[in-house]
């Protein structure tokens, strides 16, 4: 019996140690009430989301909508509906981690683990479906994607002589060249070749983070990456940037093991991405200088044991590098000297700061600025730093010194910084980012930073989508009516120059009918292009192009039609056309004057036009 009692009362003292305080009942009810209130709000987001299911209650939201809204209800029909399957995410989600199911999955740490490896793999699909519903909607292209094209028919030999008188590395466009003759030269497929890096960057950021740091900072990097602008932009842009940029976060990953695991193959992988990235951008090869600079002071400061394999790995990537140094210098000599951005708005050093973080509206970067500085609150802020987070520190830092030397050399030498240029150092960032991220330890707000990505990033894809379809929508009908022409018409660009004087129109025309035309005769006067070696460049790339000055004879094109290109916003060259002469099309891409296409008549009238026209608008005269 005493036995019994010394029992009790020891459950009875239990009880007492364990009954909550008054403060933990208060805590516990106002999350019993913030339980409640975000669930009833998540049933209700998912009640007004589904009133798009149903077609009659949907037509007359976007006949209202409609009304106080220029645009047609076309376009608020996949706009909404963006915005209805975001919502639906969303309330979701929000209703799944207000219920103790949420509670207890995240106990079963394999099924947890099972799950955030679904969840990470399933945001590396979701990217590539992506890519690829871009590549298939966007059929047009644009100036650069039309010399890109253009490069790639050459021959090997043909291309490396070509980009030595240009300002770009040759290694994108040989590898573009051999997957153009394995797959042929669509749009599709050489835009969807751009496609493939950034959704390598992607896997082998998830899967690093997810080795070496975690699996919720994957999936952040992950959801990150889905909702940045530039990466849904060049990841079906037929430029090198996709391919500069896994090219460096491979340099980054390979230093890590490197250093890691000691293995040789690392180090090698490390000497090999260094060059590799060097031949493919030239802010990319400064992005990984910078970083082999870091890696050799942290070297030869805390690690002094692999200073040597540090230093063989830069001497030989200088040694794979060299044939192409003095090209290099001989680009940024002739660049600085007249280049094409001068006071153009992508050169503008706090847009090119800025162009990292951009989502596809103003709501959607101040979202991914504050994550930034977060995680750099939360790196200033940790008392013993790992050596992961020295690392990510470093990355970010890359990108910050690119930065600032890229800046300093727009005020004192030329203006050489575009926006886009620091694409490539986009994956550093985020990975930063994703490490660092203070939400990591809250496994709740985690899952709504997450999805508040994905849903952002549904609904940026629904504004990008509409200017792509368009884009497309032209390209296809300027290039039935190009085609149409006939092969034996004459091109003739009306206005002289594609770069340095503002009318990009024409370039973005020109550069587009080589493409789509390239047998037919092009005439242009000889300031075709700024530079150090602008028409011998042109003349490698367009051997078919012919030069004319205020000579112009085309007798030989007696009683043949011309297709007479001219920008819409040059008002003068428009007023002294022929009214006669009407225009197919005008075709404008991503920022590009307006060009207008003239099917003109006979050939001796279009030589009289041209000289009236060119001897009273070229910059010669």
């Known amino acids: 019996m005493v036995k019994q009692k010394g029992n009790d009362m020891e459950t009875k003292e239990g009880e007492q140690q364990k009954a909550p305080s008054a403060d933990s009942q208060t805590s516990g009810f106002l999350r019993g009430k913030t339980l409640l209130y975000g669930q009833w709000v998540s049933i209700a987001g998912v009640l007004v989301s589904t009133v798009f299911i149903f077609p009659q209650a949907r037509e007359w939201l976007l006949g209202t909508v409609a009304r106080f809204h220029k645009l047609s209800p076309e376009f608020w029909r996949e706009r909404l509906l963006l915005w209805a399957v975001a919502l639906v995410g969303v309330s979701a989600v929000a209703l799944f981690t207000t219920t103790p199911w949420f509670d207890a999955i995240a106990a079963r740490k394999k099924l947890a683990d099972r799950l955030l490896t679904g969840v990470g793999w399933g945001l590396v699909v979701l990217f590539l479906v992506r890519g690829i519903y871009f590549t298939s909607v966007d059929a047009s292209v644009w100036l650069d994607e039309g010399f890109s094209l253009l490069t790639a028919r050459l021959s090997w030999v043909e291309i490396l002589e070509t980009q030595a008188l240009d300002v770009h590395p040759p290694l994108y466009f040989l590898l573009l060249k051999l997957f153009t003759l394995l797959f042929g030269e669509s749009v599709f497929a050489v835009k969807l070749f751009s496609v493939v890096p950034m959704v390598l960057a992607?896997?082998?950021?998830?899967?690093?983070?997810?080795?070496?740091?975690?699996?919720?900072?994957?999936?952040?990097?992950?959801?990150?990456?889905?909702?940045?602008?530039?990466?849904a932009h060049y990841s079906v842009e037929m430029r090198m940037y996709s391919w500069a940029l896994f090219f460096v976060m491979m340099t980054a990953i390979s230093a890590w093991f490197a250093v890691r695991t000691d293995k040789v193959s690392w180090w090698v992988s490390f000497s090999v991405f260094l060059a590799v990235t060097a031949y493919t951008h030239h802010y990319a090869a400064a992005v990984v200088a910078v970083g082999g600079g870091i890696f050799f002071i942290h070297t030869l400061v805390w690690d002094r044991g692999k200073i040597r394999k540090v230093v063989l790995c830069g001497v030989a990537a200088l040694a794979l590098y060299s044939p192409w140094i003095r090209v290099v210098t001989g680009a940024f000599s002739g660049a600085s000297e007249n280049f094409w951005i001068g006071n153009s708005a992508e050169g503008n050093p706090l847009n090119c700061l800025l162009f990292d973080f951009r989502g596809s509206n103003i709501v959607f970067t101040g979202f991914l600025l504050l994550n930034f500085f977060a995680a750099l609150f939360a790196f200033a802020t940790v008392k013993k730093r790992s050596a992961g987070d020295v690392f990510v520190s470093y990355g970010l830092l890359c990108f910050f010194a690119v930065y600032v030397v890229s800046v300093c050399v727009v005020i004192f030498v030329s203006p050489l910084l575009a926006d886009r240029y620091l694409v490539p150092a986009l994956g550093l960032i985020w990975l930063f980012v994703a490490a660092e991220h203070p939400a990591l330890r809250n496994a709740r707000y985690l899952v709504v930073l997450c999805v508040a990505c994905l849903a952002a990033g549904f609904v940026s894809m629904g504004e990008i989508l509409d200017v792509k379809r368009e884009d497309g929508k032209k390209y296809i009908r300027f290039e039935k009516e190009l085609s149409g022409a006939g092969d034996s018409a004459a091109v003739l660009v009306v206005f002289p120059t594609i770069m340095g004087d503002g009318s990009k129109g024409v370039g973005h025309c020109f550069s587009v009918i080589s493409y789509v035309l390239p047998r037919k005769p092009f005439y242009l006067p000889p300031n075709v292009l700024a530079g150090r070696h602008g028409r011998e460049w042109l003349k490698h790339l367009i051997p078919e192009v012919d030069y004319y000055d205020e000579t112009l004879n085309l007798t030989r094109f007696s009683g043949k039609k011309a297709l007479v290109f001219?920008?819409?916003?040059?008002?003068?060259?428009?007023?002294?056309?022929?009214?006669?002469?009407?225009?197919?099309?005008?075709?404008?891409?991503?920022?590009?004057?307006?060009?207008?296409?003239?099917?003109?008549?006979?050939?001796?009238?279009?030589?009289?036009?041209?000289?009236?026209?060119?001897?009273?608008?070229?910059?010669?005269?």
């Open 566 to 621: 001219v920008p819409s916003k040059d008002r003068k060259a428009k007023e002294k056309i022929p009214k006669e002469w009407l225009p197919l099309t005008r075709f404008s891409h991503r920022g590009a004057d307006d060009c207008d296409v003239y099917l003109a008549g006979d050939a001796a009238e279009v030589e009289r036009v041209y000289k009236r026209i060119y001897v009273q608008t070229s910059p010669v005269n």
């Open 202 to 231: 992607l896997s082998a950021g998830w899967l690093f983070l997810s080795k070496e740091f975690s699996k919720k900072s994957g999936i952040l990097f992950a959801s990150c990456f889905f909702v940045l602008l530039p990466t």
